[in-house]
T-cell receptor, first 114, second 114 residues
Framework: KNQVEQSPQSLIILEGKNCTLQ??????????LRWYKQDTGRGPVSLTI?????NTKSNGRYTATLDADTKQSSLHITASQLSDSASYIC?????????????FGKGTSLLVTP | GAGVSQSPRYKVAKRGQDVALRCDPI?????LFWYQQALGQGPEFLTY????????KSGLPSDRFFAERPEGSVSTLKIQRTQQEDSAVYLC????????????FGPGTRLTVT
């Protein structure tokens, strides 16, 4: 069964500190991996997308890495801000015949405190 | 331009009632997806439309769930004879295509069945 596991489940950090969120997957065949940010009461918003050949991609203070050999990805947040408080969801896309499937992780709940 | 909108944002239903949840996708987006997100979990795929055609409904949990998109734009997710386990946030997403195209999510409808 295709699975996407995220850790930690929740995290509390002080404003200004860095943090790293992990995503391990068993999805096959792999197509791409996205990290989404979901604010409370809102829909998820894409932060980064990575394909098989990419191993790092940045979007402002967010940097995602991908190791397709070990099937691991991380999302590093630099100089955290209060507005970074949200749930971060890892989504791995797999190809199914002529279609595809999105496999969602359960998310990491991040709280940034003053 | 306007993003994906959903209505109502909150719905409380008594067990056994029927509910209808509406999704207005981004204009011109051919693909539309419905997801169910339980508290503290990642979204779970329910069903997918390409224009007015429902191409995948493998995620619908029972025959009490029904979705339609008759004119290829607005979609309605209907749940008949609601049960307490149906309580969740129902997310709608749309995209321009079915390949690598990003899905844009609406804010969701929080359904509470009492």
């Amino acid at each position: 069964k295709n699975q996407v596991e995220q850790s930690p489940q929740s995290l509390i950090i002080l404003e200004g500190k860095n943090c790293t969120l992990q995503c391990n997957y068993t999805v096959s065949p792999f197509s791409n991996l996205r990290w989404y940010k979901q604010d409370t009461g809102r829909g998820p918003v894409s932060l980064t997308i990575m394909t098989f050949s990419e191993n790092t991609k940045s979007n402002g203070r967010y940097t995602a890495t991908l190791d397709a050999d070990t099937k691991q990805s991380s999302l590093h947040i630099t100089a955290s801000q209060l507005s970074d408080s949200a749930s971060y969801i890892c989504v791995v896309r797999s190809v199914l015949g002529s279609g595809y499937a999105l496999n969602f992780g359960k998310g990491t709940s991040l709280l940034v405190t003053p | 331009g306007a993003g994906v909108s959903q209505s109502p944002r909150y719905k409380v239903a008594k067990r056994g009632q029927d509910v209808a949840l509406r999704c207005d996708p981004i204009s011109g987006h051919v693909s539309l997806f419905w997801y169910q997100q339980a508290l503290g979990q990642g979204p779970e795929f329910l069903t997918y439309f390409q224009n007015e055609a429902q191409l995948d409904k493998s995620g619908l949990p029972s025959d009490r769930f029904f979705a339609e998109r008759p004119e290829g734009s607005v979609s309605t997710l209907k749940i008949q004879r609601t049960q307490q386990e149906d309580s969740a946030v129902y997310l709608c997403a749309s995209s321009t295509g079915t390949g690598e195209h990003e899905q844009y999510f609406g804010p969701g409808t929080r359904l509470t069945v009492t």
